[in-house]
């Protein structure tokens, strides 16, 4: 009997490609949910949602794409920044525990201060800058402390062919300007949602009957950039398409916002590695990936 997965976030950058499990196996059968069927503001509506999944038997799996991710609004906006990054998978946590059940969750980088330039390992201490990521370290306490069996994956500069993200912001810059400014003195690893589809993939088969493998896991591409690297590289990838405009580099003093940013976003991914056999592909591999699908459209 297939294993009952609910997708909470579907319609997200993440979400839309992490549906394609469903196909891509006769392991899960899987039901979504969106922005639009679900308030995860509401968490009597997430309660709700989970119980009455799959007619009201329940998952047995959920994953949890959904995230406030607007960084700069969420100054302006901090309630509900937690309401939805922190109260909500909670929630979901509780509902897991109840049913015997597993929740898969994504995080970030953003729960570390971004000091020094060693990649950061699962064990070392938090110190977010921002309520972003203040409220994702939150929930992630707040599902380990329901107790219930868990993945929680941190990652980092997430993108994808469709949604809004720096691929398709600076593919839009690109065709209208001629010389971008870009900072180059952040540093992490540009990551797909499809290489972060096929980890969860790899992950949710190790698991059954392991609960040995719950806890937190670092999950980005391999190597490491600026954005203004990243921004080099995607005019490169589709340079059949368009025109390149000047990339200059500049530090993060000279683009002020509103939420600090972390400098060093490197995220070790040894964990995982070992864990569950299974190494993330090279970010400049998966940018060229997701480009070669673009382009063939």
């Given at each position: 009997?297939?294993?009952r997965?609910?997708?909470?976030?579907?319609?997200?950058?993440?979400?839309?490609?992490?549906r394609?499990i469903?196909?891509?196996?006769?392991?899960?059968?899987?039901?979504?949910?969106?922005?639009?069927?679900?308030?995860?503001?509401?968490?009597?509506?997430?309660?709700?949602?989970?119980?009455?999944?799959?007619?009201?038997?329940g998952?047995?799996?959920?994953?949890?794409?959904?995230?406030?991710?607007?960084?700069?609004?969420?100054?302006?906006?901090?309630?509900?920044?937690?309401?939805?990054?922190?109260?909500?998978?909670?929630?979901?946590?509780?509902?897991?525990k109840?049913?015997?059940?597993?929740?898969?969750h994504?995080?970030?980088d953003?729960?570390?201060?971004?000091?020094?330039?060693q990649?950061?390992?699962?064990?070392?201490?938090?110190?977010?800058?921002n309520?972003?990521?203040?409220?994702?370290?939150?929930?992630?306490?707040?599902?380990?402390a329901?107790?219930?069996?868990?993945l929680?994956?941190?990652?980092?500069?997430?993108?994808?062919?469709v949604?809004?993200?720096?691929?398709?912001?600076?593919?839009?810059?690109?065709?209208?300007?001629?010389?971008?400014?870009?900072?180059?003195?952040q540093?992490?690893a540009?990551?797909?949602?499809?290489?972060?589809?096929?980890?969860?993939?790899?992950?949710?088969?190790?698991?059954?009957?392991?609960?040995?493998?719950?806890?937190?896991?670092?999950?980005?591409c391999?190597?490491?950039?600026?954005?203004?690297?990243?921004?080099?590289e995607?005019?490169?990838?589709?340079r059949?398409?368009?025109?390149?405009?000047?990339?200059?580099?500049?530090?993060?003093?000279?683009?002020?916002?509103?939420a600090?940013?972390?400098?060093?976003?490197r995220?070790?991914?040894?964990?995982?590695?070992?864990?569950?056999?299974?190494?993330?592909?090279?970010?400049?591999?998966?940018?060229?990936?997701?480009?070669?699908?673009?382009?063939?459209?």
């Open positions: 009997m297939a294993v997965v609910l997708l909470i976030g579907a319609g997200g950058q993440l979400g839309r490609v992490l394609g469903g196909n891509a196996s006769s392991k899960w059968t899987v039901e979504t949910l969106g922005r639009a069927e679900l308030d995860l503001a509401s968490p009597d509506g997430v309660r709700a949602a989970v119980r009455g999944a799959f007619g009201g038997l998952p047995r799996i959920v994953m949890n794409a959904a995230a406030y991710t607007a960084v700069d609004k969420a100054e302006q906006e901090p309630e509900l920044a937690r309401a939805v990054n922190a109260l909500a998978p909670a929630v979901m946590a509780e509902e897991m109840r049913l015997g059940g597993w929740l898969v994504y995080s970030t953003y729960v570390f201060d971004g000091s020094g330039t990649p950061w390992r699962e064990t070392d201490a938090t110190g977010p800058l309520t972003y990521g203040r409220t994702k370290l939150e929930g992630e306490r707040a599902i380990a329901t107790g219930c069996e868990h929680i994956f941190r990652t980092s500069w997430v993108y994808a062919a949604g809004k993200n720096f691929l398709n912001t600076m593919l839009r810059l690109g065709a209208e300007r001629e010389e971008l400014r870009i900072v180059a003195d540093i992490g540009p990551t797909t949602a499809e290489a972060l589809t096929a980890a969860t993939q790899r992950a949710l088969e190790r698991v059954a009957g392991n609960n040995a493998m719950h806890g937190v896991y670092h999950l980005a391999g190597g490491e950039t600026s954005w203004a690297g990243f921004a080099e995607i005019f490169t990838a589709f059949e398409r368009q025109k390149a405009p000047r990339v200059v580099p500049i530090a993060s003093s000279e683009y002020p916002t509103p600090k940013r972390p400098l060093n976003s995220l070790s991914c040894e964990k995982f590695e070992v864990e569950f056999g299974y190494r993330m592909p090279k970010w400049q591999a998966a940018l060229d990936s997701v480009a070669a699908k673009v382009l063939k459209g």
